[in-house]
């Protein structure tokens, strides 16, 4: 078997155990956080669950090569978190989510998966979700979503984080968000801060929505 047929396959064998996998989020809405490291995902899912963890039964399944250090912070805000240590690997599989769902139950109102910080292999394996979540950085270049164009093909919306850092970077908000229009014209966008507290409530409205929209499916 050559390179492409054993990608090939391992793709096919993710997709199927995916599709499990959605069957049984009937009643769960299923957000796939995807970024580079180190762009903020788990300061956003701090600053936002801690708002949910009393209205909606949620959990968080964190994705990193090692350390439990992402699922620590989650559960230090009181929303449970199940880390998955992924070793050489660098993106989530539905088998690791499928793991981690043995342990948090299907009776959830929301999972937010956190993968690996990897702008490529996270775009092609499907784990289930609703929609992707791509995290971008202020400090990462504006010129991103045509760099990695398959991501943000595959994303539902789309995060500009640290706003406040605009000032010493250079960072074009409108040019990115441009880039990611052209690649991704569906694209929902955030501006965030951590910081400031900028764009949390609005990120917060859109994953309420989202979770409405799986119900009333
Ligand atoms: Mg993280
Ligand atoms: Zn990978």
Redesign the pocket.
Known sequence: MGMVDVKAKILEKNYSKAAVLRDKFKNTCVLNFVSSPGSGKTSILEKVLVMFKDKYKLAVVEGDQQTTNDADRIEATGVTAYQVNTGR???LEATDVEKAMAELGYDLDLLIIENVG?L???SQFDLGEDAKVIVLSTTEGDDKPIKYPVMFRVGSSFIINKTDLLPYVEFDVDKCIGYAKGVNPELEVFQASCKTGEGLEEIAAYIEGMIAKKKNA
């Open positions: 690997a660098c993106h990897n490529v292999c996270p």
